[in-house]
């Protein structure tokens, strides 16, 4: 019996695949999760074949049945529904490049350049000239297995940025599927367990601090490593710092929503040793391009520098830490947790709540970042 809409519609998931089959070689192969996809069945030239032809939710039955009735036509006059039809579709590389166009405002400059690096370096030397309607899962199996194997983060982010270019791909009508949907069944998800950043007690984070100061590192690293602790800011934060953020007046420095986290702009409040920092780092304001904290070359730090730098000093700790040290000192102290949270840029409290909460608590959180300076300069 042919299929109807409202046998699609009740498609949910049953603990174990199945499909269901139409007309004209034309079948729906659903996954144990309930996942639908139209599959068209023929003999061509002699061997059967399957040909994928999407999501149902993006291929409606009547085109399904269109597209069916084609393969089966072109099938039976001698041809192959497979063989590749000339479009105007991007390539991957393109596409891509579209992708990250939109992307970027939210993403913030940083993190656009960060992608885009990814995509260069693991994606586009096999997809990057594909037009994007000819990628096929197995292109991506290509590309991503042996990174899965390597290194699984770069491979679990490579496989995020593809899937975007392919969803955008599927948006702009390129094509009708998106190839990385069934990665999921092959790739393996493994059972590692989550990794903390490493942090140390706020005592010894002093004893740390000493130690990068009297190292021999650029002193705009050190200057800001110094800084990346007084703030507990994130190192990306600090990193990209400007004077123009800077209000010296109030001791504040604003850092814009484009380079926080959160995308929303975070005022911190600056302490008298945090003031110290930025004095001994006014003598470097010729070479960063604006930059508070500019690399040797006048460049922005690199991300990797500062966990470089404090491995090479023996000191078991990530940058990301500092704020775990902050954090973990704050609760010791018995410090508000909605000011902790605050100075650290989290949200607070559920969605409604923060609808409600409009204040920063910027001089309560003043206090705070004063007694940590002190805490930790002493």
Same mark, same amino acid.
């Given at each position: 019996?042919?299929?109807?809409?409202?046998?699609?519609?009740?498609?949910?998931?049953?603990?174990?695949?199945?499909?269901? #089959?139409?007309?004209?070689?034309?079948?729906?192969?659903?996954?144990?999760?309930?996942?639908?996809?139209?599959?068209?069945?023929?003999?061509?030239?002699?061997?059967?074949?399957?040909? !994928?032809?999407?999501?149902? +939710?993006?291929?409606?039955?009547?085109?399904?049945?269109?597209?069916?009735?084609?393969?089966?036509?072109?099938? +039976?006059?001698?041809?192959?529904?497979?063989?590749?039809?000339?479009?105007?579709?991007?390539?991957?590389?393109?596409?891509?490049?579209? #992708?990250?166009?939109?992307?970027?405002?939210?993403?913030?400059?940083?993190?656009?350049?960060?992608?885009?690096?990814?995509?260069?370096?693991?994606?586009?030397?096999?997809?990057?000239?594909?037009?994007?309607?000819?990628?096929?899962?197995?292109?991506?199996?290509?590309?991503?297995?042996?990174?899965?194997?390597?290194?699984?983060?770069?491979?679990?982010?490579?496989?995020?940025?593809?899937? =975007?270019?392919?969803?955008?791909?599927?948006?702009? !009508?390129?094509?009708?599927?998106?190839?990385?949907?069934?990665?999921?069944?092959?790739?393996?998800? =493994?059972?590692?367990?989550?990794?903390?950043?490493? #942090?140390?007690?706020?005592?010894?984070?002093?004893?740390?601090?000493?130690?990068?100061?009297?190292?021999?590192?650029?002193?705009?690293?050190?200057?800001?490593?110094?800084?990346?602790?007084?703030?507990?800011?994130?190192?990306?934060?600090?990193?990209?710092?400007?004077?123009?953020?800077?209000?010296?007046?109030?001791?504040?420095?604003?850092?814009?929503?484009?380079?926080?986290?959160?995308?929303?702009?975070?005022?911190?409040?600056?302490?008298?040793?945090?003031?110290?920092?930025?004095?001994?780092?006014?003598?470097?304001?010729? +070479?960063?391009?604006?930059?508070?904290?500019?690399?040797?070359?006048?460049?922005?730090?690199?991300?990797?520098?500062?966990?470089?730098?404090?491995?090479?000093?023996?000191?078991?700790?990530?940058?990301?830490?500092?704020?775990?040290?902050?954090?973990?000192?704050?609760?010791?102290?018995?410090?508000?947790?909605?000011?902790?949270?605050?100075?650290?840029?989290?949200?607070?409290?559920?969605?409604?709540?923060?609808?409600?909460?409009?204040?920063?608590?910027?001089?309560?959180?003043?206090?705070?970042?004063?007694?940590?300076?002190?805490?930790?300069? +002493?």
């Amino acid at each position: 019996m042919p299929l109807t809409q409202r046998q699609l519609d009740a498609i949910g998931p049953t603990g174990k695949p199945f499909k269901l #089959y139409d007309r004209d070689g034309l079948m729906v192969r659903v996954t144990a999760a309930g996942k639908a996809r139209w599959v068209w069945r023929g003999v061509v030239k002699g061997k059967r074949i399957e040909v !994928g032809m999407g999501s149902t +939710r993006f291929r409606s039955l009547k085109e399904a049945r269109e597209v069916a009735f084609e393969h089966t036509r072109t099938a +039976r006059l001698g041809g192959d529904p497979r063989a590749p039809v000339t479009t105007d579709a991007p390539t991957f590389r393109e596409a891509a490049t579209l #992708y990250l166009e939109i992307q970027s405002p939210d993403w913030g400059e940083e993190h656009s350049r960060h992608v885009r690096r990814l995509l260069e370096r693991h994606a586009f030397p096999s997809l990057g000239d594909l037009p994007v309607d000819e990628i096929q899962t197995a292109d991506l199996m290509r590309v991503l297995v042996p990174l899965w194997r390597r290194q699984r983060p770069t491979g679990q982010r490579l496989r995020q940025r593809i899937a =975007g270019v392919m969803a955008w791909s599927v948006a702009a !009508g390129y094509r009708a599927d998106d190839p990385t949907s069934t990665l999921s069944a092959v790739l393996p998800a =493994g059972r590692r367990k989550r990794k903390h950043h490493r #942090y140390l007690p706020a005592e010894e984070l002093r004893e740390a601090l000493a130690k990068v100061q009297a190292s021999g590192a650029w002193i705009g690293t050190r200057l800001a490593m110094r800084f990346l602790a007084l703030t507990a800011a994130r190192s990306g934060e600090v990193r990209g710092a400007r004077w123009r953020e800077v209000d010296l007046e109030s001791a504040t420095w604003t850092v814009p929503a484009s380079r926080m986290k959160s995308r929303k702009e975070h005022r911190v409040p600056l302490s008298s040793a945090a003031l110290g920092v930025l004095k001994r780092a006014d003598g470097l304001r010729g +070479r960063g391009r604006g930059l508070v904290f500019p690399g040797i070359q006048g460049k922005m730090v690199g991300a990797a520098v500062f966990g470089r730098l404090l491995n090479d000093l023996g000191i078991d700790c990530s940058p990301h830490g500092f704020r775990s040290s902050f954090r973990s000192w704050c609760s010791d102290e018995g410090i508000d947790r909605e000011v902790a949270e605050q100075a650290l840029a989290h949200a607070v409290g559920s969605q409604v709540e923060q609808c409600y909460a409009r204040s920063d608590v910027l001089e309560r959180r003043r206090e705070v970042m004063e007694a940590w300076a002190a805490f930790l300069v +002493r």
